[in-house]
């Protein structure tokens, strides 16, 4: 399905011009994630320029980005691939779908923990992630092994000015829905 | 003593607690004296930039912001995340956006391994070593977020970035060539997609060895959980038996400015070192 004005959506909300790739392959080339995508760098920027929205937002691609920047690096004609992608990412939860639900849940455990104390705190963290994903048994031999290396905390750290944190937090809105 | 502002980041707090206390060590002894920057923030990190702008914005602000007005002292950060997160938010206040933030620029952000190679700190640092770590051979490992990419960084060398090199011959460790001192390790993926990971680490297990390495030496917290945490899965994965302890930079300046407490960083690693340092009588 074709969606008339997704290439101008995404290059309003990423600031790039994403019409501007020309298919040389250079961010595929160097992309050492591509093996876990469903589809490549550059396939997935002529997606975005034919307007293919539904199964660009559903890829698994926009997922396992690993945000290396190795793309944004080499890009001859200088468009933020990582930042489209961010992009796409953002749009993807808007919609509601998104193809790897475990890596959305880390990013929603992490900042939620972030929104409440100022700083990032890894027990808040596990448990929250482990909630939203349902994976329990995930990583669980690490923690005696961070907990006997003095590696993990029980006291919770925290910034002293919370409602500087809250007013960040409140004027970004949309995160979590 | 000179000052400067230190951003540790949430990790240095942790996982990373070794590069912190080395960090710490290491600036010391080059006449460095850290203030941590007061009542600092998380700076968001790889997760705020994937659901929100604001957010991957402003949370690194508020630090840069804190930075210039409280302290008044350029800022040196060890993460390489929360180095590339704080570069992107300076570089955004510059441009007049965000402007609930007040930042004039006046203060610099470095990442400590960059500042350090600097020529007055490699200077220092040849006087400072009392014990050689000759025949240790290692590879330089940068990943990501250090280098890349350039125009937020403003690294001169993205894909071929020498500076841990400069400073681990000063040490006298036996610093191989390789080609993926800049491939990612994945950190990002490490707790939703951990199969990813344990593909890309290994890869860098792979190329390490190959080209005679015993160790691999990072500059980042988030590498060296990714490389140190995941051996022993990797090893039962693939049906390898890897030994190659991962250090960061900072470490080895400590161990070969001969101040002894190896065992108390040591002790933070999943993956042995003693057993190499001791092979190399290093320990």
Known sequence: MFTADFLKEVNQHSGEKVQLCFQCFKCSLGCPVSFAMDYLPHQLLRMVQMGLKDRVLHSHTIWVCAACETCTTRCPNHIDIARVIDTLRQMAIKQGKPAEKPIVAFHKAFLNSVRRHGKLNEWELMAEYKLRSTRFLDDLWLIPEMWKRKKLFLRIRGVHKKSEIKKIFKKAKAWNN | ?283
């Open chain 2, 1 to 283: 003593m000179e000052q400067l502002g230190y951003y540790p980041g949430c990790t240095l707090e942790t996982t990373g607690r070794e590069f912190d206390m080395t960090t710490r060590i290491t600036c010391q002894q080059l006449g460095i004296e850290l203030v941590e920057i007061p009542d600092w923030n998380c700076c968001g990190a790889s997760s705020a930039h994937e659901l929100n702008n604001y957010l991957a914005i402003s949370l690194a602000a508020r630090n840069l912001a804190i930075a210039e007005q409280k302290l008044a002292l350029d800022v040196v950060i060890p993460c390489a995340a929360c180095f590339n997160r704080l570069k992107v938010a300076q570089k955004a206040l510059l441009n007049k956006a965000y402007s609930e933030f007040v930042f004039e620029g006046r203060t610099k952000v470095y990442d400590l391994l960059r500042f350090l190679a600097q020529p007055r700190y490699k200077k220092r640092l040849k006087h400072q070593v009392g014990k050689s770590l000759k025949g240790l051979k290692a590879v330089a490992y940068y990943g990501c977020l250090l280098t890349r990419p350039p125009e937020v960084t403003d690294h001169p060398h993205p894909e071929n970035p020498t500076e841990m090199d400069e400073i681990l011959k000063i040490l006298g460790v036996d610093c191989l060539f390789w080609s993926y001192k800049t491939d990612c390790c994945g950190a990002s993926l490490t707790v939703g997609r951990v199969d990813v990971v344990h593909q890309l680490v290994k890869k860098l297990y792979d190329h390490a060895l190959e080209v005679g390495a015993e160790c691999i030496v990072t500059a980042c917290p988030l590498c060296h959980a990714n490389l140190d945490l995941r051996q022993k899965e990797i090893n039962e994965k693939f049906n390898k038996n890897y030994y190659l302890p991962i250090f960061y930079f900072t470490e080895l300046m400590v161990l070969a400015m001969d101040i002894n407490d190896t065992e108390v960083w040591a002790r933070g690693h999943l993956v042995d070192p003693i057993p190499l340092l001791k092979e190399k009588g290093l320990c």
